[in-house]
């Protein structure tokens, strides 16, 4: 979609003045500016409520419902005990506004879900970490969720922020305090109908493309799976490999157990409380620290020397493994140099070499491991992997030669492929930025809607 096909010039006899606003810049004349607080009729906080273990009690949102985008993800939306009088009271109603008051991520602070018909028609109530905003009958509720959801909003937000001594979130006086420009009650419809269209469109891209990393990530871990347990050759005489996940393997190759490869017995990462942590001395690799492509992220915590005793130091080619909660199975190949130590929630093992190091390491980003891992969790009932458990692991093993040839093929063909993925990772930046830049633009009248809707 291009910038020019969605948006077109003001006409050159419509009238602008200044806001008065740095961040929104001129309005058409007959537009006004003013704060927050003058255009509603509540702005009040939720309640949460006592646990509810019949699930009897009322639905209760919170932030975690609503997207960075202002959307609603309903999937994980909890009931909680609320009196009589409490889920009256604090019931929401179509075209109420929620905003975001507290997050642990600063860019979610501020995002705002509209009410509509299917969450009026649930009975849902809110919590106490986000604010609901009722609009007065001038202001369209659809157009101040979209303003609500722009640059210009959150730019005020993150203003405050910095310039308000120890103001870490949103409050009912910060919300009431954003300015806003405010059209005729005609024009927002038109803006507010004219970004229906076209975020719908943003969004499809976005979908598209999203489904494209999808399905490149599902190649990707084909690709690794075939090679690490079939090889190259696709002529090789193949025999039972005896475990159900890996299915045949080439007649040459054999199947270990990994404490059978590993050059040490599985070893656990450091127990240290966080208070503990320094901004020098020994890198701490916590499982926080690895992100979602197997690499070290640049910032983190250190520990002083007397904390790590000599064992517990990472060497070259050393393997971690996530052992509890959701990322359980995550790998990481320690390659760095440098002084290094694990935390806790992860085990180690240690190979010969590189090539046999990288190529266990693929081994841990294939599907059968995957599907080892979910059997593990199946049998314990618990996200939760132990040392014990790795050290039984199953996995194919080539002729060292081989290894080398599977990792400079995968090396080369995993290259390729995340250079695909980057691509189509940034396109949807760009959709993303451009989407942002569009919403700002149509609520601060800075393109003429007329005759797009």
Known sequence: MKHEEATKELTPHVKTKPSGIEWIGEIPAHWRCSRLKFHLTENSGGIWGEDDEFGNGAYVLRSTEITIEGHWDLEKLIKRKLSKEEAERFLLKKGDLIVTKSSGSQNHIGKTGLVDEKIESMFVCYSNFVQRLRPQSHINSKFLHYFMNSTLAREQYKYQSETTTGLANLNAQSINELFISVPPGQKQAQIANFLDCKTEQIDELIRIKERRIELLQEQRTALINQAVTKGLDPNVEMKPSGVEWIGEIPRHWTVKRLKYVSNIPVTYGLNIEADRYTTEGIRLIR???????????????????????????????????????????????????????????????????YWTSKFIYYVTLSRFYRNWLEQQIIISTIQNVNGEKYSNFQLPIPSYQEHKQIVNFLDQKTKQIDDLIAAEQRKIELLKEYRQSLISEAVTGKIDVRNEV
């Open 287 to 353: 499982i926080t620290d690895i992100d979602e492509s197997g690499d070290l992220r640049q910032q983190g915590v250190y520990l002083s020397e007397n904390c790590v005793p000599h064992e517990q130091m990472l060497n070259s080619y050393d393997l971690l493994l996530s052992r509890s909660g959701a990322t359980v199975g995550k790998s990481y190949l320690h390659l760095e140099k440098g002084r290094y130590t694990s935390a806790g929630y992860l085990v180690r093992f240690n190979f010969d070499d």
